[in-house]
């Protein structure tokens, strides 16, 4: 039932986040809401060089939407802006429920988020960080006009 | 209250045998009265109502009117063309807000709209005061959730025109003295706008008694199908206000260049009506009727007061709202500290526990009392102890399935 979605790894990142604090150093950041429950987070990256050299979220939310960004920015740091655009499409196909295995493999820790794609209504939860990424890099390409 | 026989009647209880269901103030089970009603009114009564000229179509139209009838009385209020049927409470606020609103208040005015209240009665409003010009201004509750008659009094300005406010709030669940604010809004010149979706299907309602203006309730909080709700407004207000929708059913003559409109209260039901919800309506009321509102409300209150004090004495457990079980009424909001009450929720779901978990469409209030988000059990009188338990025996575990010691 939907008590197994809080497997270690999930309860772990909500419990200890090494990445919920400010980040004087961010070179952009990006709000993203979930309408269902108002929580709001704010991801920020520095970006030099063509590489997210670090990054962190602030604000309140659920388990797995802050376990998710944690996560996802353990994953991120030290990888081009394109490389966690393309670790977000994974993310997004395996809570849409269709990964291959070799797919999932690259989204190592993330993959213990498998499950929320049985929740529907947990999907925004564990996407919210995701799609501020994704915002957030379209934004910065936008903006350094690549 | 050991014996329960009332989860007999709801099927729902047959299909999903493990249930409990606690989130009665977001919609009620339908009991198999309700069911089976709509069911042989589609079978043997079904026809376009209020128009055909044979038996059948007759039929349909007493079935509705009938239905009609049913609401008034159980509301009190002095006639059926005072009851007109929507799609539930929200579609009868906005009705006020566009024909009353949108030809009573002006650009001078000023709106008030009481903190706690759902998006349904405050958005409607909102947007009055963008399209006219008047000011939407807030009555403040304490941080237990009262208002005082003091406090609106001091609200109420020479150009306040309306005033919005829920008999209960969905969530504090604490029960509003509208009778009393109702007065003192009518010294002022004020119309005030209940909203009863919460009150209705649970306590006796008198419009009389309360004296409002306006009165707006839907029916699926109270046993009936989805799609079916009810604005009750006084005669002279809904004479002189201009229709909502416009179309089939709501005339009485149309030429190329204009039309003149149906009389009470058909002038606000355009287009073919929920008969079929009607008739459950009807149902539903007749249920109410059979199990007495002196058992509902002795049930529902025995109820929030053990759940209540159970609460009261888990550790890391907050309920929002008064600090006694009698400022309750069936809705306990509450947080759980470290847990964020869509975990909350989750969790209960793992246990077969439904709840309710969010800012339950009431933002505004949310910030008001400084919580981003809550989670919230809400009751009614088939629930019985046994779901009282198994509520807090989940509630008492939470923390440690989320990882805390302790």
Redo the contacts between chains.
Sequence with gaps: ???N??NEVL??H??HPMHLHELPCATCSNAGLNP????QLTLHLAIEDGLITDGSFTG?????S?ASADIMLDLIIGKTPAEAKHLKELFSKMIGGNITEDELDELEEAGALQNISA?PA?VK?AMLGWNTLGKLLDEAAERSGV | MSSNSYKNDLPVFDAYKNLVYLDNSATTQKPRAVIEAVERYYREENANPLRGLYGLSVKATDAYENAREAVRKIIGAESTREIVFTRNATESLNLIAASYGRTEIGANDEILVAISEHHSNLLPWQNLARETGAAIRYLECDESGEYTAEGLKKALGPRTKLFAIAQISNVFGRLNPIAEFTEICHDNGTVIVCDGAQSVPHLPVDVKELGVDFLAFSGHKMLAPMGIGVLYGREELLEKMPPFLYGGEMIEYVTKDGATFAELPHKFEAGTVNVGGAVGLHAAIDYIGKVGFDTITARERELTALAFDEMKRLPHVHIIGADSAEGHHGIITFTLEGVHPHDIAAIFDADNIAIRAGHHCAMPLHQHIGVQSTARMSLAFYNDEHDIERFIETLSGIRRRMGYGG
């Design positions: 039932m939907a008590d979605f809080y309860l772990d909500n419990l269902t429950c108002g929580d309140v939310g659920c388990a797995v802050q929740m947990r939860c």
